[in-house]
T-cell receptor, first 108, second 113 residues
Framework: GQSLEQPSEVTAVEGAIVQINCTYQTSGFYGLSWYQQHDGGAPTFLSYNALDGLEETGRFSSFLSRSDSYGYLLLQELQMKDSASYFCAPDSWGKLQFGAGTQVVVTP | DAGVTQSPTHLIKTRGQQVTLRCSPISGHKSVSWYQQVLGQGPQFIFQYYEKEERGRGNFPDRFSARQFPNYSSELNVNALLLGDSALYLC????????????FGPGTRLTVL
């Protein structure tokens, strides 16, 4: 079957580092995407890992271990504007599978 | 360049009615996917179209249908609306069939009364 797990909520202060873990079980796995969504907005692409290892894009980094069916998103130097929902989305047979997401709350 | 556009922005329908939602992908993008997002949940995959052919279908009843036109724009149709169809309907486009980067439109907020 298919399953996806990530924490429901994470709270951190400005300037801190947050790691959002994602474990998945899916068939036909191609890669793992991460999206950010602010309240009332559309999901915005953050990163995609097709191979094992770390991908770095500015303050955001994403990691994938295909053998462990595990990935994480690292948010560094947190800013208030980073308060949003973050979704990991395994690419299964060319289709993105979204879970309920992780609500990140950044406090002053 | 314009991003993904969707129309209408908001829509209110009553149970049993039919609705058509429209999506224009980013210029040059040939793949369009449709998602349903219920409040508090992540987007759920409905359809993917590439080069005017259906390439993927999620776990949705046959009341949901879609098509892609020669200019790569797309329509999502939902018949016999139920209260549970109330959601944000998102369209996403990508260059090719691969989903390594999908660009989402602002969505259509559908309310079924």
């Amino acid at each position: 079957g298919q399953s996806l797990e990530q924490p429901s909520e994470v709270t951190a202060v400005e300037g801190a580092i947050v790691q959002i873990n994602c474990t998945y079980q899916t068939s036909g796995f191609y890669g793992l995407s991460w999206y950010q969504q602010h309240d009332g907005g559309a999901p915005t692409f953050l990163s995609y890992n097709a191979l094992d290892g770390l991908e770095e894009t500015g303050r955001f980094s994403s990691f994938l271990s295909r053998s462990d069916s595990y990935g994480y998103l690292l948010l560094q130097e947190l800013q208030m504007k980073d308060s949003a929902s973050y979704f990991c989305a395994p690419d299964s047979w060319g289709k993105l599978q979204f879970g309920a997401g992780t609500q990140v709350v950044v406090t002053p | 360049d314009a991003g993904v556009t969707q129309s209408p922005t908001h829509l209110i329908k009553t149970r049993g009615q039919q609705v058509t939602l429209r999506c224009s992908p980013i210029s040059g993008h040939k793949s369009v996917s449709w998602y349903q997002q219920v409040l508090g949940q992540g987007p759920q995959f409905i359809f993917q179209y590439y080069e005017k052919e259906e390439r993927g279908r999620g776990n949705f009843p046959d009341r949901f249908s879609a098509r892609q036109f020669p200019n790569y724009s797309s329509e999502l149709n939902v018949n016999a609306l139920l209260l549970g169809d109330s959601a944000l309907y998102l369209c996403a486009s990508s260059l090719a069939l691969s989903t390594d980067t999908q660009y989402f439109g602002p969505g259509t907020r559908l309310t079924v009364l």
